[in-house]
């Protein structure tokens, strides 16, 4: 999903900070014990997120311990392992298989292809774990390499790529099919026609001295006025969380959607612009988030 989908430490208090590492440490334990020590490379904050989402939506048990790894050969590391932490380990590694196949489809990265083809085995492990969201995925990538295709000629909106990707984020975050799962389709779409469009912001001058598809280039839309439209992407995306039934690392969770996800894009612009006044603050935009996604909804 980009890398945007992470917590904000400023808003979060030790327990919380070490709560989110300690879920990321055991995320990559997880992916190099279902998948191989070479995949602990996929390993985002993004599929941390989600790990945590399900494990507080759904409650299973959850295992702790101590250990140490390569990065951190010193000290024993806190981790957290659960069920929810498997899915979200394989939904991780059916996402990067296919953003490698996508980078060596659209950009003939060279990187891309290396990576898909020793991601094979794991992504095959993945897959026969979880068929439903690898057919999503596969067929979602493939449909949204085809709409940017489209849109390059005017044959398809430029949004319609993001939607795509959004639908296919979508049913990656069902685990289960049950009277939750409409609600986590909503967050998972939303969310990720957010990052793809927040993607598209952040990187619309590279996208266009490189000559590549840009949703924001063709829609005609400076990269400035951008963000309006992300916040309420991002608000639908707080609306569908609001209504799951979450209490554990509940706020921790909110600090993802609420701040989290705009650090990039704050980053982004305090280094391009510097006191030109042509950009909304992250600050004010932070702000209008938490004003308009979830007043109705707040379960504080």
Not at 40 to 65: C, I, K, N
């Amino acid at each position: 999903m980009f890398g945007y989908v992470i917590a904000n430490d400023e808003s979060l208090d030790e327990a919380e900070k070490s709560r989110w590492h300690s879920a990321y440490c055991g995320l990559c334990r997880t992916i190099g014990k279902r998948c191989g020590r070479h995949c602990r490379l996929t390993l985002t904050f993004d599929m941390t997120f989600l790990a945590l989402l399900l494990q507080s939506l759904y409650e299973p048990a959850e295992h702790e311990g101590h250990a140490r790894c390569a990065l951190h050969p010193a000290k024993p590391q806190p981790y957290e392992m659960s069920e929810a932490m498997d899915y979200a380990a394989d939904v991780g590694i059916l996402l990067a298989y296919h953003k490698c196949l996508d980078d060596w489809n659209d950009e003939r990265k060279l990187s891309g292809r290396v990576s898909a083809a020793a991601l094979h085995g794991a992504y095959a492990k993945a897959a026969s774990r979880q068929p439903r969201v690898a057919l999503a995925v596969a067929q979602g990538m493939a449909d949204v390499l085809e709409l940017e295709r489209e849109a390059m000629t005017g044959k398809a909106s430029p949004e319609a790529p993001a939607n795509r990707f959004g639908a296919l984020l979508g049913e990656a975050f069902i685990w289960r099919d049950d009277m939750w799962a409409a609600d986590l389709r909503r967050l998972g779409a939303w969310l990720g026609k957010f990052v793809y469009m927040m993607d598209a912001v952040v990187d619309y001058e590279d996208d266009a001295k490189a000559g590549t598809f840009n949703p924001v280039a063709l829609m005609g839309i400076s990269p400035d006025d951008m963000g309006e439209s992300l916040t309420l992407l991002i608000s639908n995306a707080t609306q569908a969380f609001e209504k799951l039934p979450l209490e554990q690392d509940i706020h921790l969770l909110r600090s993802v959607l609420y701040a989290g996800v705009w650090q990039k894009y704050r980053a982004h612009f305090e280094k391009v612009e510097k006191g030109a006044g042509s950009v909304q603050s992250a600050v004010d935009i932070e702000t209008a988030s938490h004003g308009g996604a979830c007043a109705e909804n707040r379960q504080e």
